[in-house]
């Protein structure tokens, strides 16, 4: 049932793209700290290659996910067929995260130019690629996107949504640093 593959082909390239969610996983390196899972939706991830894939994150009420990948790199996405047949995909690996004052943020943005402003961009360097049946996965009918975190990304003023990212997302739960201010910002 389940299998591993080496690289992204156009198959499993194909299953990704027909999701229209999918999850990402990451922990800090204490055992004290929280697992963090948290769903994507729009169109937000983009195939680089067979051996890496970014997301583009709006942001949120946290920001484990950056902090986890700053620390330690560790993340994992998940993606399950809510339709058709059944299946889950996931790609272990490790991230990096470039942030919107941060140098190579307008090129990583560049791959997703239906987006207008983002936090930051994900890029993961996957070392792992497994499916599994996904049995216990519901049949689930899209209706269609929420549109509440575009219009909360987009709506404010540049200078005004900055700092309210800094002021929001300082900190992840773990008390790892979150946005930290660049004073290189480009």
């Not at 058709?84 to 272990?92: H, K, T």
């Amino acid at each position: 049932m389940a299998a591993t593959y080496d690289a992204l082909d156009d198959r499993l390239i194909a299953f990704i793209k027909a999701q229209k969610l999918f999850f990402v996983a990451t922990a800090p390196l204490s055992a004290e700290g929280s697992v963090n899972v948290s769903p994507k939706g729009y169109d937000s991830l983009v195939v680089i290659d067979p051996h890496t894939v970014a997301y583009v994150d709006l942001g949120g009420s946290g920001i484990e996910t950056l902090a986890h990948v700053r620390e330690n790199g560790r993340i994992t996405l998940m993606f399950c067929a809510f339709e058709g047949p059944a299946s889950i995909l996931r790609l272990y690996g490790r991230g990096e995260a470039v942030n919107f004052d941060e140098p190579g943020f307008a090129q990583k943005m560049a791959l997703f130019p239906a987006f207008e402003r983002a936090r930051s961009v994900i890029t993961i360097h996957i070392d792992r690629i497994a499916d599994s049946c996904g049995w216990g996965v519901p049949f689930m009918d899209f209706k269609g996107e929420r549109e509440q975190l575009r219009r909360h990304v987009d709506h404010r003023p540049e200078a005004e949504w900055r700092e309210r990212r800094y002021e929001g997302n300082a900190t992840s739960i773990d008390g790892l640093p979150g946005l930290v201010r660049n004073s290189k910002a480009t």
